[in-house]
């Protein structure tokens, strides 16, 4: 896969557009390449900081990377049809999939806890460096 391939996965030749699916690969595989530090062990094993292997095993990784695609692909739909119904000028609409998509997210973003770092924040990197980049497997 190279930069001159990615136009062709937005816009196929039939003019029909993929773009929800490009993202959709985009967004999960970096979810699933970041998790494969837990399979392949780079990061430690929480219960086992010791044991400097990982601790997902070939089956689980395949659940969690089906359960990424799916989890993904609905989240970033329903954050589309969240930003188009607030977007929307003038009124705003009841219909059913809009409403849907706003209880979608608000219910996300309910399930957000105060020792979650926020995402882009130094805090978060420096947690990601911390517990997965360069675990420190004597705490």
């Known amino acids: 896969m190279t930069v001159t391939d990615l136009p062709g996965l937005i816009d196929r030749a039939d003019g029909k557009n993929d773009y929800e ?4 690969w985009v967004v999960a595989q970096a979810i699933r390449n970041a998790l494969q530090a837990f399979h392949g062990g780079r990061a430690f094993d929480p219960d086992e900081p010791g044991s400097g292997a990982g601790f997902i095993s070939d089956g689980q ?3 969690l990377n089906i359960t990424i695609r799916c989890a993904v692909h609905e989240a970033l739909e329903q954050v589309d049809r969240a930003r188009d119904a607030v977007r929307r000028p003038g009124s705003r609409s009841s219909r059913l999939e809009e409403i ?3 209880d979608f997210c608000a219910f996300q973003l309910g399930t957000v806890r ?4 926020p995402p882009g924040s130094a805090e978060l990197a420096e947690a990601y460096r911390r517990y997965v980049h360069e675990p420190d497997v004597n705490r």
């Open 21 to 24: 699916r490009f993202r959709t």
């Open 61 to 63: 990784m395949r659940a």
């Open 100 to 102: 849907a998509a706003l």
């Open 114 to 117: 105060d020792y979650m770092e």
